[in-house]
């Protein structure tokens, strides 16, 4: 396939060009996403306070509870590689791309969870599809924080 001046090899199935593709991921969010806020209303609903994004700790947890020494991180299907998970799907087009960021992820996500776990703290990730089912979500943060 030719390449244009900076290398560029279009994929015949990326409709986009590089710099309307570099625009687009510039508008995935790193904080604040929508599992994100649905697991902050849970955490409200049920009275529970925490500290966001808590830079003391590896990876940045979205939620830390630092009297209990738990933190819980909210990840997306798609970008942390959800195993067996119908939203973990990978894209058609530029697979040589796309499986080392997305295994890369995976592999960063764990890393930080160990070291989390090395520091005397526990922690729980709570996927985005399991979102679908609040109560079940509500029960496993319960559990997770030692009220059940």
């Not at 590089?18 to 955490?43: F, H, Y």
């Not at 090395?118 to 559990?143: A, F, H, P, T």
């Amino acid at each position: 396939m030719p390449k244009n001046k900076k290398g560029y090899v279009p994929s015949p199935i990326d409709t986009l060009n590089p710099e309307e593709r570099s625009k687009r991921m510039g508008l995935v969010k790193g904080r604040d996403t929508k599992p994100e806020l649905q697991v902050r209303g849970i955490l409200k609903k049920l009275g529970y306070r925490y500290r966001l994004q808590y830079s003391k700790l590896p990876g940045r947890p979205d939620f830390t509870f630092p009297g209990r020494r738990k933190a819980i991180w909210v990840h997306g299907c798609f970008w942390h590689r959800h195993e067996n998970c119908a939203l973990a799907r990978l894209p058609k087009g530029r697979r040589e791309f796309w499986v080392p960021k997305l295994e890369e992820n995976r592999r960063r996500d764990l890393e930080n969870q160990d070291k989390v776990r090395q520091m005397g703290w526990d922690s729980l990730v709570i996927w985005e599809c399991e979102l679908k089912n609040i109560k079940i979500v509500e029960e496993k943060v319960k559990r997770f924080l030692g009220e059940l």
